[in-house]
């Protein structure tokens, strides 16, 4: 059943961003950040956390995931090393998955051409 719960949430998180797309004059930037704000208001009233244990990774896979993660590793970070772990702890949780974007797209960047 979480499969389904997963798929059905994600599939909505999605369809909200392309019915946002195709009805307004906002950019995929814009809706980026959009999303991206979302996740952290959402997991900043603890939201977010019940919508993960109940969908699992169809609350992971989009957009606003990150947002849930960056404001995530900051809020415990701030526990432990007060303001200093706010601006640092963000970065705690997603730099992996950063590090691993700029890797992959660097060997995309060296194997394909880009297009005028």
Known sequence: MIYLYSFLICGIICAIAQII????????GHITTLFVVIG???DSFGIYDKLILYCGGGALVPITSFGHSLIHGALESAHTYGVTGLLLGMFNLTASGIVCSIIV????????????
């Open 21 to 28: 797309l195709d009805s307004t004059k906002l950019t995929p």
């Open 105 to 116: 797209a660097f060997f995309l960047g060296l194997i394909f051409k880009a297009r005028d």
């Open 40 to 42: 952290v208001i959402l």
